[in-house]
């Protein structure tokens, strides 16, 4: 698994994660994540079309990330592509209703501009 | 009445730890398609092993930490039907997951939701079914998925 970020201007970050998210996998993540979302100033925008395993752990790194955003008067999207199986996940824990999900990376990214 | 194994199980007896629960993925992969289950099939038991684990890991207590993990893993097929079962037993504290049932609604909004405890939730969204019994002090899960195979 893999973490990598770009900043696209001082309101916008890209986070894209990708690989298998199992517990182990989740939990090296964790830090980095944690930084990238409690340093982020504005919208952070989530890429989870290259992860092929999103477990329960992953979805607490992603939870947590959200509040960070949050807290500091952001918002925090998903961006799925058509990844049935990070879709299924999400919608069997219903996290997909409490952090904004998209299909396409721009509806994503215009989301945070509204 | 069950289906007919197609191979005898495959077995695999691991430490109660994170990494030895990745190692038991990559050993149910394996065994699967080596029995031609289909992939999606694979994706969902693999979903259930690693948080299957994770509890045991996290909650089964001092002695589920100590004691090794057996796994065993199955393939029944009949006409037109087919079952994967995967098999986890640890000797961890007395737990039946297969009563769990998600009471709580889903959390109302972002402040609400609390990160943890959606584990046995994907469990049961990824199976078909599951069993449980304890004997001789140690917990037996069965995590069945079925799919419908073309003649």
Not at chain 1, 6 to 23: A, Y
Not at chain 1, 66 to 94: P, Y
Not at chain 2, 78 to 91: F, H, R
Not at chain 2, 93 to 102: E, H, K, R, W
Request: charged residues 20%.
């Amino acid at each position: 698994m893999a973490i990598r970020f770009e900043d696209v201007n001082e309101g916008l970050r890209r986070i894209v994660l990708s690989g298998r998210l199992d517990t182990v996998g989740s939990e090296q993540i964790a830090p980095k994540f944690a930084e990238l979302t409690e340093s982020a100033n504005g919208g952070v925008v989530v890429y989870l079309s290259e992860v092929r395993f999103l477990s329960s752990m992953a979805i607490s790194v992603l939870v947590t990330g959200a509040k960070a955003v949050q807290a500091k008067g952001g918002r925090m999207v998903l961006h799925v592509a058509e990844n049935e199986v990070i879709i299924r996940t999400l919608e069997a824990t219903g996290i997909n209703e409490l952090i904004p999900t998209f299909q396409d990376s721009l509806d994503a990214e215009k989301a945070l501009l509204k | 009445m069950s289906l007919p194994a197609a191979q005898p199980p495959a077995a695999l007896t691991i430490r109660a730890d994170m990494w030895d629960a990745r190692r038991a993925s990559g050993w149910l992969e394996s065994a699967a398609l080596a029995q031609n289950v289909p992939l999606d099939q694979v994706v969902r038991l693999d979903h259930c092993l690693d948080e299957a684990l994770a509890n045991v890991i996290r909650h089964g207590g001092p002695t589920a930490l100590s004691s090794p993990v057996h796994l065993q893993f199955g393939v029944r097929r009949g006409p037109g039907a087919c079952t994967a079962e995967l098999l986890v037993s640890d000797a961890g504290l007395a737990f039946d997951p297969s009563t769990f049932i998600a009471v709580a609604p889903h959390p109302a909004s972002l402040v609400d939701a609390m990160p943890g405890g959606l584990g046995l939730l994907l469990i049961r969204n990824f199976s078909d079914e599951l069993s449980y019994r304890h004997s001789q002090g140690r917990n037996h899960l069965t995590i069945t998925v079925s799919w419908v195979e073309e003649a």
